[in-house]
């Protein structure tokens, strides 16, 4: 069983930066598609960023492009986003997902593990 460990949230001002991380414990965790995703009170979790278990795939939404970057270290079983240029419309609660499979995976019905999210507050 795969489970996932966020942190790194917390407030900061527009403009400004935060990076995610969500450390994964398992066996074969190279195998799996790992994702950023958010979620606010008045919306339903959606994808932000995802990375294939190799590392060299990775797809975003078009709201972070240019701005969030995705990655992963197998060695210790652990994924980032580095979020940039913060606005206000990025806060939410952020969570980590993993699924099986070799390729990024999008689909919020798709995953079944997730983390229990950070929460990621930015000021105006």
């Known amino acids: 069983q795969v489970q996932l460990v966020e942190s790194g949230g917390g407030l900061v001002q527009a403009g400004g930066s935060l990076k995610l991380s969500c450390a994964a414990s398992?066996?074969?965790?190279?195998?799996?598609?790992l994702g950023w995703f958010r979620q606010t009170p008045a919306k339903e979790r959606e994808f932000v960023a995802g990375?294939?278990?190799?590392?060299?795939?990775?797809y975003y939404t078009d709201s972070v492009k240019g701005r969030f970057a995705i990655s992963r270290d197998n060695t210790k079983n652990t994924v980032y986003v580095q979020m940039n240029s913060l606005t206000p419309e990025d806060t939410a609660v952020y969570y980590c997902?993993?699924?099986?499979?070799?390729?990024?995976?999008?689909?919020?019905?798709?995953?079944?593990?997730w983390g229990k999210g950070t929460q990621v507050t930015v000021s105006s």
């Open positions: 997902g993993a699924q099986f499979g070799p390729t990024v995976i999008r689909e919020v019905s798709e995953f079944k593990t």
């Open positions: 398992g066996r074969m965790l190279n195998f799996y598609s």
């Open positions: 990375i294939s278990g190799s590392g060299d795939v990775t």
